[in-house]
């Protein structure tokens, strides 16, 4: 975890030592989760998933003779929805809500279209997920055993197109690689702890 915190770092002084001749806008990002994953053990079920992010993010371009590359940052509130329950009672089951501080950090590299006012982009890079609050699961003798962990970390792939170099769309893939619940019991650890895969759509309008 400290070293995927120091290179993150090191991306960002990075954006900042590029030469003055470089493109550096501000603006606004949004993503919104599509997929609605079930996920069932012997003893837990966790369903209707859902997950939404927001915030400033900067981008920072160099022009070169035939893509633009350089480096994109986000600062994101990030909204994570699911529904837990018990397998053998499914009467009792929890409506999680967490809350999450996001620092995505991608490298980026854009192509023109035409007379350039479309442009392709591909971006891959890593991000960080600091838990801010979150809901405790509370399912009987389940709550000593399921913790909410603070630190989230995954990588990001994605891929969209770019209008009138205002406008931002794409569709992200993100890999998780680490745990979201501390887990006692073994069979609880698959439905919380999928290290899940996920698609989203990216939306972005730089000034």
């Known amino acids: 975890m400290k070293k995927l915190i120091l290179n993150t770092a090191i991306i960002i002084l990075s954006m900042l030592a590029l030469p003055a001749f470089s493109q550096i806008r501000f603006g606004i990002r949004g993503d919104i989760g599509l997929n609605n994953p079930t996920f069932t053990s012997n003893a837990l079920k966790v369903e209707n998933m859902t997950n939404y992010s927001i915030g400033p993010s900067l981008e920072t371009m160099l022009p070169l003779f035939v893509a633009d590359i350089g480096i994109d940052a986000s600062l994101l509130y990030s909204n994570n929805r699911m ?57 009987n003798d389940a709550v000593e055993n399921i913790k909410a962990k603070s630190f989230e970390a995954g990588t990001n792939i994605g891929v969209g197109f770019e209008v009138l170099r205002i406008f931002q769309l794409g569709v992200n893939y993100g890999i998780k690689h680490t745990d979201n619940y501390k887990i006692d019991k073994p069979d609880w650890s698959d439905p919380l702890n999928g290290k899940t895969k996920c698609w989203s759509i990216i939306g972005s309008i730089y000034l």
Do not use: C, R
């Open 83 to 139: 529904t837990v329950s018990k397998i053998e009672n499914e009467n009792i089951s929890n409506k999680i809500t967490n809350h999450y501080v996001k620092l995505p950090v991608n490298l980026k590299v854009k192509f023109g279209i035409g007379l350039h006012l479309i442009k392709m982009y591909a971006a891959v890079g890593p991000y960080a997920a600091y838990l801010i609050s979150g809901d405790k699961i509370k399912l």
